[in-house]
DNA sequence: CACCATGTTCCTTG
DNA sequence: CCAAGGAACATGGT
C-alpha cells in the first residue's frame, strides 16, 4: 500500500485517467472516511465540480476541484491508510466489497475502496499544515534535517516515521532507508553524527526515488478487482512476484541473508511495529 | 484461536 | 507546552 512512492505512482496512474472530469454523482457507503466533514456538505461541493487537477504531499493526494461556478475552488484530500485503494472503473462493473466512496463521472466511476477504513476521503486539509518538508524536494535540506533530529531522544527508526520530520515515510522505507545508510535503527535520533545524517539523508531520497522509479516502470494492474492487484502488494505471496518486493532489501525478510554481507536479517520491535536490519552492516556503534 | 499487517490520531504520562 | 508511549480504529491473511 502506501508510502510516498506508492501514492506518487497511483498519482501519475490517476491524473490522465480523472483531470479535466466533472463529477456527476457522489456515493458515500461509508461515512466515517470522510470526517469530519458530513456527507451533506461532501455531496454539496462535489457534485458538479470539476476536478481541475491532482498533487501529492507525503502520503496525502490533493485534488484541486473547481465547483460550479463563481466559487472558489476547493481541495479534496485523500489518504489511504493501510489499505486504500483508488481507481477507475466502468461504468457497469459491480463495486468490490468494502467501497467507501464512488465518485460518477462523464465515462466510468473513480472508486475509493478501503477495507479497513483508515484511510480518508475529506475536505478537511488541515493535516497536510503538520507535515515536514517534501522529502524529494529541496526543502529537504541537511540544515533543517539535522536540527530536527537534534532534538530528538527517540530511536532513529521511530523518529523517520513521524510525518513532522519528513513527509512519505512509512514502516518499509523507514527500515530500507536505514539499511541503505547503514545506521542501526536502535541508534538513537539525537546521536547520529554529521556523516550520519548525511548518509541517511541521501539514502531517503534515494530509497524512494528509486522505488517510484520502479513503479513507474512496472506494468500495473490498477484495476483494484483482482486478489494480486497492483503494487499496492506487499509481502511474499507466490505467482505473480512483481519485482517490486524483490527491490526491498531488509523489510519483511528476517533470516534471509543480506543482501551485502550475508549475515541473517533481524526482526525487532519498536513502537510497536516490526523493524528490519542487518545487525552487522549496520551495527550499533 | 492467536498473531500480524503498508497509518494516523487521540489520550495519557512524564 | 512539549516529547514520547500506547491504545484505538476495522478487517483479513496466515
Known amino acids: 500500500m502506501p508510502e510516498l512512492p506508492e501514492v506518487e505512482i497511483l498519482l501519475r496512474h490517476l491524473r490522465p485517467l480523472i483531470q479535466g472530469e466533472r ?4 456515493e458515500v457507503r461509508r461515512t466515517k472516511v470522510l470526517t469530519p466533514t458530513s456527507p451533506r456538505q461532501f455531496r454539496r461541493v462535489l457534485v458538479g465540480a470539476k476536478i481541475v487537477g491532482i498533487t501529492r504531499r507525503g502520503k496525502y493526494l490533493l485534488f484541486k476541484l473547481c465547483p460550479k461556478r463563481g466559487h472558489p475552488p476547493v ?32 465515462r466510468g466511476k473513480f472508486i475509493y475502496q478501503d477495507t479497513r477504513y ?14 515536514g518538508p517534501e522529502p524529494l524536494s ?5 540544515a533543517g534535517f539535522t536540527q530536527a533530529l537534534k532534538r530528538s531522544r527517540q530511536a532513529i527508526k521511530v523518529k523517520l516515521l513521524d510525518q513532522t ?14 539499511f541503505r545508510a547503514r545506521i542501526s535503527p536502535r541508534l538513537l535520533a539525537g ?36 486478489k494480486n492487484d497492483g503494487f499496492f502488494h506487499f509481502g511474499h505471496s507466490a505467482g505473480t512476484t512483481d519485482f517490486y518486493e ?23 520491535v519498536q ?9 552487522i552492516c549496520q551495527r550499533a556503534n
Open 23 to 26: 463529477i456527476r454523482s457522489v
Open 75 to 106: 481541495t479534496l484530500l485523500g489518504h489511504l491508510g493501510m489499505t486504500g485503494r483508488m481507481f477507475l472503473a466502468r461504468t457497469g462493473d459491480r463495486l468490490p466489497k468494502h467501497t467507501a466512496v464512488v465518485l460518477g463521472l462523464r
Open 118 to 131: 483508515f484511510g480518508r476521503l475529506t475536505l478537511d486539509i488541515s493535516a497536510v499544515a503538520k507535515l
Open 138 to 142: 529541496a526543502d529537504f535540506d541537511g
Open 165 to 178: 520530520l519528513v513527509a512519505g515515510i512509512g514502516n518499509i522505507y523507514a527500515s530500507e532507508a536505514l
Open 191 to 226: 546521536r547520529l553524527n554529521a556523516a550520519q545524517v548525511r548518509r541517511l539523508r541521501r539514502a531517503i531520497r534515494a530509497v524512494l526515488a528509486e522505488a517510484v522509479a520502479c513503479g513507474s516502470t512496472v506494468p500495473m494492474n490498477l484495476g483494484g478487482n483482482r
Open 246 to 268: 524483490e527491490r526491498l532489501r531488509v523489510y519483511d525478510r528476517e533470516g534471509e541473508p543480506c543482501w551485502k554481507c550475508g549475515a541473517p536479517i533481524k526482526r525487532i
Open 271 to 279: 513502537a510497536a511495529r516490526s523493524t528490519f536490519f542487518c545487525p
